[in-house]
Every structure is written in structure tokens, then in C-alpha cells.
């Protein structure tokens, strides 16, 4: 029996509840990281554990959106791990294998079949469609996906 319902489908027949009527995700990256960590083994663990500064160059076409964030602000960053393994499903824990192996969705992994990190950062100060944020995790280079306002509770 198969169930329809807007764009979804899933049925006993197809294993996988893939999406087949939905149109395939198309990103534009609106940016690159500009920074001082050039490897992995030289990245903190986790955004909230760095003190690193750098900088979100955006694209002059995106840079519009940028209205409205200002200095002092912790905006929420999301990244195209763009250098990440993405054939692996189970990771040790912060490479801690006394951990022993977990799935990457109950990790921070870089590692996964939809490299995506999320990152929340101060900004320090606004040139245009350059921000200096302070909290960096991750290797100078990376592309960026989005930016948004951090929401606090």
C-alpha cells in the first residue's frame, strides 16, 4: 500500500521513503572563511571551546543581506565542510575511541553524507561585506551556506 501526500511518497515497496516528486536541493554558497586554521588536527572541537578569529568575506551579490547584523551580535553560521569525508556513517566521539563508535547524526562529526557544520559567532566588527567574528572551528577556505540571527531563549 502507498501513501501520497503533497510531495512525499512512501510505500511498503520502496525501502528507502525517498522524496521522488521534489526537485533536487540546489545551494549557492554566499561566502568563504577567511582564517588561521589550515588543518583539522589544528581546529578546536566545537565553536563554543575557540577564542580563533576571522573573517566571512560575502559576496558582493548577498551582501544586502547583511543589513541589520552588527557588531556585538552572535550570528548562527553554516558551512560547507567542503574537504569532509562523506562516505562514512559511524565515528568515534571526538576521536575518542574508548567511546567506541556512534552514527555521525548523534555526533558533531565532520563527517557525513551532508557535510553541513553550524557554527554560532561574535561578531567583532562590520567592513562592508567583510565581518570579523571571533569562535571560529573551522578550516580557512570553507564556504559559507547561510548566516542567521541566533535566537535566544
Known sequence: MA??????????DNQTNRLPYMDPAILQFIGILHGDITSREDAP????????????EIYPEYQDGLDGVEPG???VVLFWLHQ???DILKVYPRGD??????????????????????????VL????????VSGLDILD?????????????
Do not use: Y
Open 45 to 56: 572541537k566545537n565553536f563554543d571551546e575557540s577564542e580563533r578569529v576571522g573573517t566571512l
Open 84 to 86: 569532509a569525508v562523506r
Open 97 to 122: 575511541r574508548s567511546r567506541g563508535l556512534r552514527g555521525v547524526f548523534a555526533t558533531r562529526s565532520p563527517m557525513r553524507p551532508n557535510p553541513i557544520a553550524i557554527s554560532e559567532l561574535q
Open 141 to 153: 577556505g570553507t564556504p559559507i551556506l547561510d548566516i542567521k540571527k541566533k535566537i535566544s531563549r
Open 125 to 132: 566588527a562590520i567592513h562592508g561585506n567583510l565581518l570579523d
Open 73 to 75: 551580535q552572535t550570528i
Open 3 to 12: 501513501l501520497h501526500r503533497d510531495c512525499q511518497h512512501w510505500s511498503a
